[in-house]
């Protein structure tokens, strides 16, 4: 399968503080990325849809202007969270697919963030 | 009504018997079928997808799918410890490209 490349596998930071997380299609190029939030014995929860060289598009409950998507090219896309807090503190993940009607999704490693 | 409705388990099975994991959808238009195997604190990693009607196979697993019933499985033949684990099943509804995942069924696998 395709390889997505996420970094970094886990961050701790300063309640307040911004942290940005990295999504890399390694091999191919994706027209489509994908964030989720996973919290603990939880399933994977869609945050956004991120299209190269477009606005994302937010599920609802999800504050755009705290988590800020930008993929600014076909192989690249990043997550920032900014002025995180505890709350946020859960297990980001990327996924990244070829913009082909029933293609399968590749997943990144994950992000462990851990806000103090 | 949950978009993808997986049973949470967990299920268990001794070592080497069959699995068999369950997933019903409600969007008819939905064109993709998937599932995922995800490891505590990993994240998910693709097994099988299934686009038609019928079985496909893999090595030991099957996937099933059924269209008509809004109803995909995935069976797991001479099951292995190693196969414990969380299965989440994804389905990408027609005209569409964002896939909605179930919960996951976490699966034991007995030694």
């Known amino acids: 399968g395709a390889v997505v490349s996420q970094h970094p596998s886990w961050v701790i930071c300063k309640s307040g503080t911004s942290v940005k997380i990295e999504c890399r299609s390694l091999?191919?190029?994706?027209?489509?990325m994908f964030w989720y939030r996973q919290f603990p014995k939880q399933s994977l929860m869609l945050m956004a849809t991120?299209?190269?060289?477009?606005?994302?598009?937010?599920e609802q409950g999800v504050e755009k202007d705290k988590f800020l998507i930008n993929h600014a090219s076909l192989t690249l896309s990043t997550l920032t969270v900014t002025s995180a807090h505890p709350e946020d503190s859960s297990f980001y993940i990327c996924?990244?697919?070829?913009?082909?009607?029933?293609?399968?999704?590749?997943f990144g490693q994950g992000t462990r963030l851990t806000v103090v | 009504q949950k978009e993808v409705e997986q049973n949470s388990g967990p299920l268990s099975v001794p070592e080497g018997a069959i699995a068999s994991l369950n997933c019903t959808y409600s969007?008819?238009?939905?064109?993709?079928f998937f599932w995922y195997r995800q490891y505590s604190g990993k994240s998910p990693e693709l097994i099988m997808f299934?686009?038609?009607?019928g079985d496909k196979e893999d090595g030991r697993f099957t996937a099933q799918l059924n269209k008509a019933s809004q109803y995909v499985s995935l069976l797991i033949r001479d099951s292995q410890p190693s196969d414990s684990a969380t299965y989440l099943c994804?389905?990408?509804?027609?005209?569409?490209?964002?896939?909605?995942f179930g919960a996951g069924t976490r699966l034991f696998v007995k030694a």
């Open positions: 996924s990244a697919r070829v913009l082909v009607l029933g293609s399968e999704a590749f």
């Open positions: 091999d191919f190029q994706a027209t489509t």
């Open positions: 991120s299209n190269e060289g477009s606005k994302a598009t937010y």
């Open positions: 969007d008819r238009g939905s064109q993709s």
């Open positions: 299934i686009y038609s009607n």
């Open positions: 994804a389905v990408g509804p027609g005209g569409g490209f964002k896939t909605i």
